[in-house]
Structure formats: C-alpha cells, structure tokens
C-alpha cells in the first residue's frame, strides 16, 4: 500500500485544497493529512482560522480522497511523522517548492505539485471583506 502525507491549516476549505488533496491521493492508496492544530496556527502561522480545528477535521474526513486526519503540533513533526506511519510519498503545494526536500533523506519522495491559481483563503475573506 502506498501511503502519501500533506500538511496544511485548510480553513473555509474551497476547491484550491480539493484540487491538492485528489492529486494527492492519486499518488498512493492511502492519504494521510496532517491538520494545523489552532495553536499551531496562532503561534507559528499567524493564522486565526475562521473553523476550528474539530471543525476542519471534520470537513476533511468528508472527503472521499482523505483516509486520515492528524492534528500538526509544530514544524519539526514531518521528519518522525513520514516513519511513524510509513509513508512513501510527501506531497504539497509549489508555494512551498524546496522547503521540505530534506525529507529525502528519510527515504520518502517530496512532490511539489501546482497551486490552483485565483483562490485562497485570503482572497475569499477579502471578497467578503472578513478580516
Ligand atoms: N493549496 C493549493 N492551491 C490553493 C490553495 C492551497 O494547492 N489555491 C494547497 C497548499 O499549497 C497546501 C494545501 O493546499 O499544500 C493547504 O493549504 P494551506 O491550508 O494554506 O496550508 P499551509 O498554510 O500552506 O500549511 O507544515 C506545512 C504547513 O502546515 C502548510
């Protein structure tokens, strides 16, 4: 079984993390996402998501592409994580191209896979003037 593994905050989840999340899971059979705790978003991110955590594990485990949802702690979690659940292939958007290439070195295979461009979670709070 091929196991592929992606982080990231997906707050007011919109189709930019649908797009990532099917090609993700068409790299393996099983896909594991790994979910930015609130803290985590406050304190390292400088996000205040609009849902909550349990609210956005929620809409993640709805979506047929995802097999698992894991709470993200910190940023140094990713280089234990590819081991503790056997994961072949690290997945995430191009914004983040380089950054996690070290994780080579664990034996898992980092794909940057394109951006859908013109929407974000940003643009949409923007577009309905939410700060
Ligand atoms: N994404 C995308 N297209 C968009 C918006 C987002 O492909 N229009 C991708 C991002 O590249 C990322 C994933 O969807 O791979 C989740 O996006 P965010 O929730 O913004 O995640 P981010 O804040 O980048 O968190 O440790 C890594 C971080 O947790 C990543």
């Known amino acids: 079984m091929r196991r592929v593994i992606t982080y990231g905050t997906f707050d007011l989840l919109h189709y930019g993390h649908i797009n990532l999340l099917r090609r993700a899971k068409e790299l ?9 705790s609130d803290e985590f978003n406050l304190k390292e991110k400088n996000k205040k998501c609009y849902f909550t955590y349990e609210q956005r594990k929620m809409l993640l485990e709805s979506i ?12 140094e979690q990713k280089r ?8 072949d292939t690290f997945v995430m958007g191009d914004d983040w191209r380089g ?6 070195e664990e034996g ?5 896979l394109p951006r859908t461009p ?8 923007a577009d309905l003037n939410v700060k």
């Open 118 to 125: 013109e929407i974000s979670t940003t643009q949409i709070k």
């Open 99 to 104: 950054k996690f290439d070290f994780l080579e």
């Open 108 to 112: 898992v295979k980092v794909v940057y």
């Open 80 to 87: 234990t994580d590819v081991h503790e659940y056997y994961i």
């Open 28 to 36: 393996g059979d099983y896909l594991i996402v790994v979910l930015s």
């Open 64 to 75: 047929r592409f995802v097999d698992l949802v894991i709470p993200e702690n910190n940023w």
